[in-house]
């Protein structure tokens, strides 16, 4: 078969697209024919070894993937060759077939095509996972939403309307603003407005309830200084490449909680509550009321390019990956 390998963690332009013996699976795994894998920031940090999960070199890159089952290891039940699915895996969705665990496969409802169901587990599974199981939002809450043109900060805007929040998105750039507004922010603010904490406050006099921050350094401090009383900010991931240093005197005169996020270790700590949280997004792609935004489509040797639009911060929403 035809992957990306990653053979040293020197960086994008070091990937290399081989040709790979296809993988065999062991108990409890499923064997899928990629057709579409969804590109990932962490993808960028994994190829150079900067992500939290470091895989042995060489390994293929790529977390979320959609496709049919090509062939079952011992010991899957509910699980057929045939089947159309999407999967998150720890490495492995740049190539033509990608080994899953059956816990983290789950079976695609007609409808929902291929780029589609690759682009949406992470980020849309982050963002709803984030502001219900860790900041409790509810309806009729405030929702400040940082990075809202990215992938994960796209769902959060969409994942935060599904549960009846007023979305305050920020974003670089009028169209990315334009995107978000799209996707149900009732208010969008350019990040890099000198203004933004003034304009923000006239938003939201009380201070926001929760704010989703995938971008860290100055957007946190911003979040800071808008949230609102028992107000909770959401750590969700710094592409910035600041790692935020936390006053915690501020959180105590506010009640405000920090609180971290990473949706993968629920994969492992509690595999069901994030297959019904994948279920439930993939209803609501079906009804209608959630929208992956897949904004380009690379063919598998564009890997490269793809995580490099990724960087450059040329991309907006989700950029897929056809097999
Ligand atoms: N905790 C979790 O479980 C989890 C899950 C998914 C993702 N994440 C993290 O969330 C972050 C976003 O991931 P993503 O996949 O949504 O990435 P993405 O699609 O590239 O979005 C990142 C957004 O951050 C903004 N940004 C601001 N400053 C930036 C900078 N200096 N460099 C790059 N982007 C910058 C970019 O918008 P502008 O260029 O318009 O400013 C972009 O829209 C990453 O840190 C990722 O690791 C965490």
């Not at 190539?95 to 949406?120: I, K, M, N």
């Not at 028992?230 to 005169?253: D, K, T, W, Y």
Request: hydrophobic fraction near 45%; aromatic fraction near 6%.
């Amino acid at each position: 078969m035809r992957a990306i390998l990653c053979r040293s963690f020197d960086g994008i332009d070091a990937l290399e697209l081989a040709e790979l013996p296809l993988p065999q699976p062991a108990e409890g795994e499923v064997r899928v024919r990629v057709r579409a894998a969804g590109v990932n920031f962490a993808d960028t940090l994994a190829v150079v070894g900067r992500y939290q999960e470091k895989p042995p070199l060489p390994f293929v890159p790529g977390m979320e993937l959609a496709g049919e089952v090509d062939a079952l290891g011992h010991g899957v039940d509910g699980l057929e060759v045939g089947d159309r699915v999407v999967a998150v895996v720890d490495h492995g969705a740049f190539a033509e077939f990608a080994l899953a665990r059956a816990q983290d496969v789950v079976r695609l409802p007609d409808g929902v095509d291929d780029a589609t169901a690759a682009a949406f587990p992470i980020t849309y599974g982050t963002a709803l996972g984030a502001l219900r199981w860790r900041a409790a939002l509810k309806e009729g809450e405030t929702l400040l939403v940082h990075g809202a043109g990215g992938g994960t900060g796209l769902a959060a805007v969409e994942c935060g309307c599904l549960l009846g929040a007023r979305v305050i998105a920020t974003a670089r750039g009028a169209d990315r603003l334009v995107l978000a507004r799209r996707h149900g922010a009732a208010h969008v603010l350019d990040a890099e407005d000198p203004a933004l904490v003034h304009k923000i406050r006239e938003l939201a006099p009380r201070g926001v309830d929760v704010a989703f921050d995938t971008v860290g350094g100055a957007m946190f401090d911003v979040s800071l200084k808008t949230i609102a009383w028992e107000g909770r900010i959401l750590v969700i991931g710094f592409a910035s490449g600041q790692v935020p240093q936390i006053p915690a005197n501020i959180l105590l005169v506010k009640n405000a909680a920090a609180i971290g996020f990473y949706w993968g270790s629920y994969r492992r700590r509690a595999p069901r509550q994030v297959r019904h949280g994948l279920e439930e997004i993939l209803d609501g792609i079906v009804a209608g009321r959630l929208h992956p935004e897949v904004s380009q489509v690379y063919p598998l040797s564009k890997v490269p390019q793809a995580l490099s639009d990724l960087t450059g911060r040329r991309a907006r929403g989700k950029l897929v990956i056809r097999t």
